[in-house]
């Protein structure tokens, strides 16, 4: 492990100092402008965090090519094990189903009896009753073995709502399997859980791979064909160098109880507020206790649900990023092992890079309309930013080569290109208006906002023009104002400059109509119909003529 993780940061370190070495190459012809060190210097910054990306997808690349089979069946449980499901505020006609169906395959595999499922629910006062008649209902089938329990106080959040249930309602249960409301498992993935937790006492956590559930819609849709591409990539190689002290992302996962509570109970922050994100500092901790914290990069029987609408998409990331950045209080805690450290540290990093981006745009903007001198070379920057781009999206561009080995199941080559492409267009449109939103957030955090952490919306919805541009004015106008930039340092530059920008700056103009188009029912619809984008659960579904 010590080989491998120094193979890593070698080899992040010298990605990036290639591509500063690149960056230095196409700016300097001509002399030092004040525009040109801000590039540099944004570049630089960020590079580091690039050059990890590319790491990433050539390690999690060669893993994925060496990977056996997964075994056919999984032996049965010799513990008893909980699944807790936190609830708040949530739509309980789609939270129970799903449970249903996981009980049912439980049963069916001689499992069940080994199982007892906890609804934890942390909900207001004025979703109490509705919540409280559903689970009624749900119970009365199966009521020894389905329980419910809510709280009042929403005391330390999702955390606190786990570490309640473990302190006085776990008794008999050694393992618990932990679910969102929005989480989906096979009983398949949860004894290929309990199997790899068994057959490894020194294991507190076992984390499986989660991908996006067949979505309809076009944004949700869009959007986890290319995330399990990246993520497939992304977590065989965290899998592969982290060993036992890898990532916990706080649900599909299995973990033991008495460890847990013993070593994973959060500390508040300095300023006496409680941790929003918790799971990777759960791990830290028990990874710093000698509890090991393992990560199956298995996305076979493992789902969530993404974000309907960009909107809801943009809350979300803002809501992860508050969550990372208060990390930064934490990375002295007493108890930390180095590994631990770095995952917080790679929690900040995620969302921390952002605003180098939109530097990095604004000083190319300042160099190509105010340097008489030295006109911007945007032809050889464009070569430093097909670079750029191509590292930081390695993880997903080799995942889709990867999944090219099981092409049919995405629905054969022509729809599985034609999903890459949408999807490429998509997200580069879609990162450039990201970018704006997570820099105006961290400023506001940074001056001491204090951030909020809403029940979300789950379901498909249309997004009008007024919400859109309310929203998406801002980015509108930046985009705008960029591109204006670029062509009032002459049309010349322009045809150079467009593409250049087009990952920094593409989706800011568009971002209105993106929001809009994304959300319209009938272009979900039609990418349906045309199996664009499918994934392998939705393709095995149609050709079984069962609705996903």
């Not at 990890?52 to 069946?73: D, S, T, Y």
């Not at 689970?135 to 389905?146: G, H, L, V, Y």
């Not at 298995?298 to 943009?314: H, I, K, R, T, V």
């Not at 809403?454 to 104002?481: C, I, K, S, Y």
């Amino acid at each position: 492990m010590p080989f491998r993780r120094a193979l890593m940061l070698c080899g992040s370190l010298l990605a990036a100092a290639g591509l500063i070495a690149l960056m230095v190459r196409a700016l300097a012809p001509g002399g030092w402008t004040m525009a040109k060190a801000a590039m540099l210097g944004s570049f630089a910054l960020a590079a580091l965090w690039v050059g990890f990306c590319l790491m990433q997808g050539v390690a999690g690349f060669a893993v994925l090519l060496c990977r056996k089979p997964l075994p056919e069946a999984y032996p049965l449980p010799k513990s008893r094990i909980a699944i807790a499901v936190t609830v708040r505020n949530e739509d309980m006609d789609a939270v129970l189903p799903p449970l249903r169906q996981l009980l049912d395959e439980l049963d069916a595999l001689g499992a069940g009896d080994l199982f007892a499922l906890f609804v934890l629910s942390d909900s207001s006062d004025a979703a109490a009753d509705a919540e409280e008649q559903a689970i009624a209902a749900f119970r009365k089938a199966d009521p020894a073995r389905i329980r419910y329990r809510r709280r009042t106080d929403n005391d330390r959040f999702k955390a606190g709502n786990i570490m309640e249930f473990m302190d006085h309602r776990a008794d008999g249960f050694p393992l618990m399997l932990i679910l969102d409301a929005d989480s989906r498992m096979s009983a398949r993935a949860v004894l290929r859980l309990a199997a790899e937790m068994e057959a490894h006492p020194h294991l507190a956590i076992v984390q499986h791979l989660t991908v996006g559930l067949p979505a309809s819609a076009a944004f949700p849709r869009l959007f986890q064909f290319g995330m399990r591409a990246g993520m497939r990539t992304w977590a065989a190689a965290l899998a592969w160098w982290q060993g036992d002290e890898c990532c916990y992302w706080g649900h599909n996962a299995l973990i033991r109880i008495a460890p847990f509570r013993e070593h994973a109970r959060l500390p508040l922050l300095p300023d006496g507020r409680p941790i929003l994100s918790h799971d990777q500092v759960e791990a830290a901790l028990l990874a710093g206790a000698g509890w090991g914290i393992r990560l199956l990069a298995e996305e076979d029987g493992s789902f969530e649900a993404n974000p309907p609408a960009l909107p809801e998409f943009m809350r979300r990331e803002l809501r992860w990023l508050a969550g990372n950045l208060e990390y930064r209080h934490l990375l002295r805690m007493p108890g930390l092992r180095p590994m631990g450290q770095w995952q917080l540290a790679q929690a900040i990093l995620l969302f921390g890079c952002t605003p180098f981006y939109l530097v990095l745009l604004a000083g190319a903007v300042v160099a190509a309309v105010t340097d008489p001198v030295s006109p911007f070379p945007a032809g050889r920057v464009l070569a430093v930013m097909l670079a750029w781009a191509g590292a930081i999206y390695a993880p997903k561009l080799l995942g889709y080569v990867e999944a090219g080995r099981r092409i049919g199941t995405y629905g054969g080559t022509g729809r599985f290109l034609c999903g890459v492409l949408a999807e490429t267009v998509f997200t580069l449109l879609l990162d450039a208006i990201s970018v704006v939103g997570k820099t105006a957030t961290t400023v506001r955090l940074l001056l001491g906002m204090q951030p909020a952490w809403l029940p979300q919306n789950r379901g498909d919805r249309g997004v009008g023009w007024g919400e859109a541009a309310h929203l998406l004015w801002p980015h509108t106008t930046l985009g705008l104002a960029a591109f204006a930039g670029f062509a009032m340092a002459g049309w010349g530059a322009v045809p150079w400059a467009v593409p250049w920008a087009v990952p920094l700056a593409g989706g800011l103009p568009l971002a209105v109509p993106f929001c809009v188009l994304t959300a319209q029912p009938r272009f979900g619809t039609w990418l349906r119909r045309h199996g664009i984008a499918a994934t392998p659960e939705e393709v095995g579904c149609d050709r079984l003529r069962v609705p996903s």
